[in-house]
DNA sequence: AAATAAAAAGACAAAAAACTCTTTTATTAT
DNA sequence: ATAATAAAAGAGTTTTTTGTCTTTTTATTT
């Protein structure tokens, strides 16, 4: 496994496509955005379910219905996704998995750890979800595995 | 959970416990290891057995034996062990989950995550796992949750 | 050689993560 | 109003991770 759970990752591809795809006002359906991103559609409902409840993304019930961003969600980090699904331990848990440490109290291996964890929490700050629309758009880049 | 799994949290923790433990060249048994790294102890048991096998740390059986490390293992770089354990995805692996991405073809996200990955690696293997003995013996650090 | 101490191995058990299926509810178009 | 569409919700299942227990093997000490 890598840095973030299989959930989040599926997020982050599918807020990613949700934002390419609805650049213009409209509406994409679970079935298309499991398609272009190649998750299971019916677990992918559920991670999208949430990111709803939580305000992150829009949806929107019936024909023409479907989930969207709305323009502040787009200027949105991605650290937000990743805390709703991951929650924030990947910014701020100890490496070793020990619960004392802290800058006071440090674990041996928290200075050095702490630089790595710093770097990925800004790099995930300054990233921001509309951010990738014109290389997707371009084709340049894909979602899919 | 955080970067590593749990079975690799407390594979480190163990091998930072058994180089401090064993630098006089003592052996020290999983009972001992798992009262000082809280951990629990048939499960430790079996990641220990792994590493043992894959020579990462050393065992002997029967009275007086128990764990142990080689000057050699002492200098071995963190990043061993948890290659070891959880693989080497997080050095290697993509932000997405998606298998595709690499240098020439990269996903969206790949260079901004690239370099805290690098950065990650290259901490892991700046670091050694004897390196902590000193500041483990005068007891500044605990390995204990 | 016998007793003992400690790891190795194997077979289980529980919990969490990942994934599926079915039913319900809301919206829109006709 | 009704039919069609699409998300929401709920109730599972499977797989992986985490953790336990028992037996076997090996080395050491006496």
Redo the contacts between chains.
């Keep these: ?6 959930t989040c ?2 997020g ?2 599918a807020v ?1 496509f949700i934002a390419h795809r609805t650049a213009d006002g409209a509406r994409v359906s679970i079935k298309e955005i499991a398609a272009n991103i190649d998750s299971p559609e019916p677990f992918l409902a559920k991670i999208l379910q949430d990111l709803s409840r939580k305000g992150i993304i829009g949806s929107v019930k019936g024909p023409n219905g479907g989930f969207f961003l709305d323009p502040r969600s787009r200027k949105m980090p ?1 650290a937000r996704i990743v805390e709703a699904i ?1 929650g924030e ?2 910014f701020t ?8 440490c802290s800058e006071t109290n ?4 928290h200075h ?2 702490k ?2 964890r710093n ?2 929490t800004k ?1 995930m700050e300054n ?1 921001t979800i509309g ?2 629309n014109e ?2 758009h371009l084709g340049i ?5």
Tied chains: 1, 2.
Aim: charged share 25%; aromatic share 14%.
């Design positions: 496994m890598g840095i973030f759970s299989k990752e599926y982050i591809r990613f991605l991951d331990g990947v848990g100890c490496g070793l998995g020990l619960e004392y440090p674990c041996p291996l050095q750890f630089k790595v770097q990925l790099m990233t951010q990738f290389e997707l880049k894909s979602l899919k595995k």
